[in-house]
């Protein structure tokens, strides 16, 4: 409405709208180069009302650059890899529920009649390609691409959806049954690793025990499980606080440490007598742990364990493994823990 129907309103909602997408997360940006070329592309002759709208967008996000800069420098998302070819081809549908219901909104556009097609119609579709593809491209110079972030289409994709399934009709009509059966029969799962068995198995734990874990990131989620109370480090050293992640250069971080260094003090900072755990990835799909981080991750993971079984001041008094927990769901990343006594 603020730019197609050039009413003025609505372009002032716009640029809010635009200024606190970019705010909330940095893929916002994507979507405002997808409204300059959609504008382009679709609606030419209300660039004016374009400007208008990108300069008050770019004012209210002024002070946000200083921070956005930082992100760039200290931040990234290393744990991403470079999308192919593939991934920009069915990225709409992992929008919409995955490849099944893109088939068939596919096939319900192949059956409609496009030609009367207003421009409402098309802005959406290029809404949502050409932010999918800025992020793509934005993606192979510094990889930042994973589904959750395809979020900022999902009001032009149920949009153009909407319409696909209204112009085809009948075969829309159908296409809607099907897309709603596939909706109703869809069931996610609530965690992606094992995290909240692992715990159950390891509880209870002794007041202000050490927890250690292997992958860094992991422990607000084990924090989560295990509940208040303990000792929390990494393979990154100590951790003050459990209930988030320092993201800042935690590549060049954890690149820098000595696996050997942080086992002895991890060791050092058990009492004789006293147990601590550690808790580390199942490296078993090895294709999840080929980005910079992760691969990062994996190496020292398994430096870290190594040096701790290396250490003749501690025992492994237990070993939780996933066929002890009888894991039988598939699970992305499964983690395993190892329980130590320091001997006196």
């Known amino acids: ?110 059956g409609a009649r496009w030609r009367g097609a207003e421009r409402t119609e098309r802005a959406l579709a290029w809404l949502a390609g050409v932010t999918i593809a800025t992020a793509w491209l934005s993606s192979q110079v510094s990889p930042a691409w994973t589904t959750r972030y395809f979020a900022v289409i999902l009001g032009p994709m149920v949009l153009l959806a909407a319409l696909v399934l209204v112009r085809a009709r009948r075969l829309g009509l159908v296409a809607g049954i099907l897309l709603l059966v596939l909706v109703l029969g869809y069931h996610p799962k609530n965690d992606k690793e094992n995290a909240k068995r692992l715990a159950a198995s390891l509880r209870p734990l002794h007041p202000a025990e050490l927890v250690v874990s292997t992958h860094p990131e992991q422990v607000p989620v084990l924090r989560y499980y295990l509940g208040p109370g303990l000792r929390w480090r990494t393979t990154l050293g100590a951790t003050p606080d459990a209930g988030v992640f320092d993201w800042r250069d935690a590549v060049s971080r954890l690149r820098t440490r000595s696996m050997r260094v942080q086992a002895a003090r991890t060791v050092a900072a058990v009492r004789p007598g006293g147990e601590f755990v550690v808790v580390a990835p199942v490296f078993r799909d090895y294709h999840a742990w080929n980005a910079t981080w992760t691969k990062l991750v994996w190496k020292k993971s398994v430096a870290y364990t190594a040096a701790l079984q290396a250490d003749p001041r501690i025992e492994l008094v237990r070993h939780v493994t996933t066929n002890e927990l009888a894991v039988h769901h598939n699970y992305f990343k499964l983690l395993q823990a190892y329980v130590y006594r320091r001997l006196r």
């Open 1 to 110: 409405n603020g730019i197609l129907r050039g009413r003025r309103g609505w372009a002032v909602v716009l640029a809010l709208t635009l200024a606190a997408m970019a705010y909330a997360h940095n893929w916002g940006l994507f979507f405002c180069v997808a409204v300059a070329a959609t504008t382009l592309a679709v609606a030419r002759e209300r660039w004016r009302i374009l400007v208008a709208v990108a300069a008050g967008a770019a004012l209210l996000y002024l002070p946000w650059l200083p921070t956005l800069f930082s992100q760039v420098v200290h931040t990234g998302a290393p744990w991403a890899k470079r999308p192919t070819i593939t991934a920009l081809v069915w990225g709409a549908g992992e929008v919409i529920g995955g490849v099944t219901p893109l088939a068939l909104l596919v096939l319900a556009a192949a």
